[in-house]
T-cell receptor, first 118, second 116 residues
Framework: AQSVTQLGSHVSVSEGALVLLRCNYS??????LFWYVQYPNQGLQLLLK??????LVKGINGFEAEFKKSETSFHLTKPSAHMSDAAEYFC????????????????FGKGTKLSVKP | EAGVVQSPRYKIIEKKQPVAFWCNPI?????LYWYLQNLGQGPELLIR????????DSQLPKDRFSAERLKGVDSTLKIQPAELGDSAVYLC??????????????FGPGTRLTVL
């Protein structure tokens, strides 16, 4: 079975500081990995995704994430936080069937709420 | 391009009452998902449709929950009767993916259900 662990339910940074949100996954087969952002009272919006190829993935709003197979991690970073980045962030892994190959279903972590201080 | 539309946005009912949620996916998206999001948690899949077919409903509590996607477009999720523990946000998502391709899922704003 696949699973996702997000370390830290709340992260607070100052405006202009580095943002680092941690995500570790468990998967017995090569995973597809995603980061979504959720603003209050809104649905989830895709920030970036890793499927195959380059392990450093760039997304929207200046975010990027690096797939590290040896560490089973997919941490999300942004060099300089902006007030508008305050939201909840979810890491997700795509599930696989017993016969191999992706089913397309997403398994989400519990989320990390990012606060940005002025 | 219009996104995923859900209604109502908010619903307050008393326990044991029925409730229904409606979702209109992005035009052309054949795959539709219903997720349950409890407070402080990530979304959890309830059911996935590919066109009219429910291809994964293993997490849907079938004693009280039902869903349908007639004509492979709009979908309705129903709870009857509702229980206090059903208070949560119900999210609908759609994608172009079929049979396993992990394409991007686009989410609607959700319906926040409160059961009193």
């Amino acid at each position: 079975a696949q699973s996702v662990t997000q370390l830290g339910s709340h992260v607070s940074v100052s405006e202009g500081a580095l943002v680092l949100l941690r995500c570790n996954y468990s998967s017995s087969v090569p995973p597809y990995l995603f980061w979504y952002v959720q603003y209050p009272n809104q649905g989830l919006q895709l920030l970036l995704k890793y499927t195959t190829g380059a392990t450093l993935v760039k997304g929207i709003n200046g975010f990027e994430a690096e797939f590290k197979k040896s560490e089973t991690s997919f941490h999300l970073t942004k060099p300089s936080a902006h007030m508008s980045d305050a939201a909840e962030y979810f890491c997700a892994v795509s599930s696989y069937s017993n016969y191999g190959g992706s089913q397309g279903n997403l398994i989400f972590g519990k989320g990390t709420k990012l606060s940005v201080k002025p | 391009e219009a996104g995923v539309v859900q209604s109502p946005r908010y619903k307050i009912i008393e326990k044991k009452q029925p409730v229904a949620f409606w979702c209109n996916p992005i035009s052309g998206h054949n795959t539709l998902y219903w997720y349950l999001q409890n407070l402080g948690q990530g979304p959890e899949l309830l059911i996935r449709y590919e066109n009219e077919e429910a291809v994964d409903d293993s997490q849907l509590p079938k004693d009280r929950f039902s869903a349908e996607r007639l004509k492979g477009v709009d979908s309705t999720l129903k709870i009857q009767p509702a229980e206090l523990g059903d208070s949560a946000v119900y999210l609908c998502a759609s994608s172009l993916a079929q049979r396993g391709a992990p394409d991007t899922q686009y989410f609607g704003p959700g319906t926040r259900l409160t059961v009193l």
